[in-house]
């Protein structure tokens, strides 16, 4: 017999329940198994888009001042590189640059939230981030120059390598986090991922292994609110993307992503929340990417101008600096100081762009392998012997 939906709808509650889950009865009320688990209904948010500060709360305590003042430093110089990468992009210098305008709270909030020991798993859109992490900007984009390979040692700086297909950082981020517990140590893993990748299954496998085996991993949703031109009402019909850690038994929080001192309050307590062996915890923040997709998207094509306005209403770095300010934690000469160490930044980052990538394209068949299977052998003499003839033609004329 089919099941009809009706059927279903006209079972009684009992009728539907698993045998083993608990029987509420109005002498012993059932508590709630979500409890702990569901973020709360609005967005954490210490400061409001003007910058003025919201009544204090205890659950996320305002993080010390210096660090806030280290938070503003590392944003202004991350957008001047933001800049300075898309202008790279039009020169011919670099070949496609996904910006993260908008998005600096959530890009350098994340990093100063971790320690140095910790692991930090980008996605292609989290340059910003790993240059706030302290990587040579010349390596940052070495990928995205061309180059078949990360630029940095992703050991040595704790950072795997940007992912472009979606979601696979999330079960990378559950494996290492899983094996650095397992030998002992205390290492988180931030994972980075777009609210368009969370419809994706590896960000599903992710959230459950780690929830199952306890591994120390921090899931960063920054809802943008863009997969490219899909808006997030194309996406899902959850009531925010935080809720999706309740099904694997995961705890969640949503914040502000445009407020930085509440996205490092709340990444600093999902971040304890891991270290302390209580598993993986999601957190969504709800912010805006100004810029197009990358360099190849023409965003007008699919979103109102208004609409970016009023996002830049609530931009991130002013609304700190302004806060700042109100402190007595900045003032002319320290914001000026700031602005010229993130020009010369970017200067720098301009000048070194300038030397020709050394690229040499039989490296492309290096490490694919540790035995090159015979097609893989017969593809490198085909592109052996194409450069070959290139530049037999190239000294012919
Ligand atoms: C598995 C996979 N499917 C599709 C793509 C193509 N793709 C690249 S970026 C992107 C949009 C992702 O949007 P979101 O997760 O919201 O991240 P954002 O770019 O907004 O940071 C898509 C569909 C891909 N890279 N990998
Ligand atoms: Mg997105």
């Given at each position: 017999?089919?099941?009809?939906p009706q059927?279903?709808?006209?079972?009684?509650?009992?009728?539907?329940r698993?045998?083993?889950?608990p029987?509420?009865?109005?002498?012993?009320p059932?508590?709630?198994?979500?409890?702990?688990?569901l973020?709360?209904?609005?967005?954490?948010?210490?400061?409001d888009?003007?910058?003025?500060?919201?009544?204090?709360?205890?659950d996320?305590?305002?993080p010390?001042v210096a660090a806030?003042?280290?938070?503003?430093?590392r944003?202004?110089?991350?957008?001047r590189?933001?800049v300075?990468?898309?202008a790279?992009?039009k020169?011919?210098k670099?070949?496609?640059?996904?910006?993260?305008r908008?998005?600096?709270?959530?890009?350098?909030?994340?990093?100063?939230?971790?320690?140095?020991?910790?692991?930090v798993?980008?996605?292609?859109?989290?340059?910003?981030?790993?240059?706030?992490?302290g990587i040579?900007?010349?390596?940052?984009?070495?990928?995205?120059?061309g180059?078949?390979?990360?630029?940095?040692?992703?050991?040595?700086?704790?950072?795997?390598?940007?992912?472009?297909?979606?979601?696979?950082?999330?079960?990378?981020?559950?494996?290492?986090?899983?094996?650095?517990?397992y030998?002992?140590?205390?290492?988180?893993?931030?994972?980075?991922?777009?609210?368009g990748?969370?419809s994706?299954?590896d960000?599903?496998?992710?959230?459950?292994?780690a929830?199952?085996?306890?591994?120390?991993?921090?899931?960063?949703v920054?809802?943008?609110?863009?997969?490219?031109?899909?808006?997030?009402?194309?996406?899902?019909a959850?009531p925010?993307?935080?809720?999706k850690?309740?099904?694997?038994?995961?705890?969640?929080?949503?914040?502000d992503?445009?407020d930085?001192?509440?996205?490092?309050?709340?990444?600093?307590?999902?971040?304890e929340?891991?270290?302390?062996g209580r598993?993986?915890f999601?957190?969504?923040a709800?912010?805006?990417?100004?810029?197009?997709?990358?360099?190849a998207?023409d965003?007008?094509?699919?979103?109102?101008?208004?609409?970016?306005?009023?996002?830049?209403?609530?931009d991130?770095?002013?609304?700190?600096?302004?806060?700042?300010?109100?402190?007595?934690?900045?003032?002319?000469?320290?914001v000026a100081?700031?602005a010229?160490?993130a020009?010369?930044?970017?200067?720098?980052?301009?000048?070194?762009m300038?030397?020709?990538?050394a690229?040499?394209?039989?490296s492309?068949?290096d490490?694919v392998?540790?035995e090159?299977?015979?097609?893989?052998v017969?593809?490198?003499?085909?592109?052996?012997?194409?450069?070959?003839?290139?530049?037999?033609?190239?000294g012919?004329?």
């Open positions: 017999m089919t099941t009809t059927a279903v709808r006209r079972a009684s509650p009992r009728s539907r698993s045998a083993d889950a029987v509420a009865t109005a002498a012993a059932v508590a709630d198994p979500s409890a702990g688990l973020p709360a209904a609005e967005p954490v948010r210490l400061l888009p003007n910058g003025t500060p919201v009544p204090p709360r205890d996320y305590p305002q010390p806030l003042r280290e938070l503003y430093r944003m202004v110089v991350g957008r590189f933001d300075q990468a898309t790279l992009t020169q011919g670099l070949a496609v640059y996904p910006s993260s908008g998005q600096e709270a959530c890009q350098v909030g994340a990093v100063l939230a971790l320690r140095d020991t910790d692991w798993f980008p996605t292609y859109r989290e340059s910003m981030a790993l240059t706030a992490r040579d900007p010349v390596e940052v984009l070495t990928l995205l120059r180059d078949w390979h990360c630029g940095y040692d992703p050991a040595a700086m704790r950072t795997a390598p940007q992912c472009t297909p979606l979601a696979t950082q999330c079960v990378h981020a559950a494996g290492l986090a899983y094996g650095e517990a030998q002992g140590r205390d290492t988180v893993a931030l994972a980075f991922i777009g609210d990748a969370t994706e299954g960000f599903h496998e992710g959230l459950n292994f929830a199952v085996f306890k591994a120390p991993v921090v899931y960063f920054q809802n943008n609110k863009y997969a490219i031109s899909v808006p997030l009402s194309r996406q899902t959850a925010s993307l935080a809720y850690g309740v099904g694997y038994g995961v705890p969640s929080e949503q914040v992503g445009n930085p001192v509440a996205v490092l309050a709340v990444l600093t307590r999902a971040v929340h891991a270290r302390s598993g993986p999601l957190v969504e709800h912010t805006y990417r100004m810029e197009a997709h990358t360099n998207d965003a007008t094509r699919y979103r109102d101008g208004a609409e970016v306005d009023a996002w830049r209403d609530r991130p770095v002013t609304r700190l600096e302004t806060y700042l300010r109100e402190c007595g934690e900045l003032d002319d000469a320290a100081a700031i010229e160490e020009e010369a930044y970017a200067a720098d980052l301009r000048e070194r300038h030397d020709k990538p690229v040499d394209p039989m492309l068949f490490h392998y540790a090159p299977t015979p097609q893989l017969e593809q490198r003499e085909q592109v052996r012997a194409e450069l070959a003839a290139d530049s037999d033609e190239e012919a004329r």
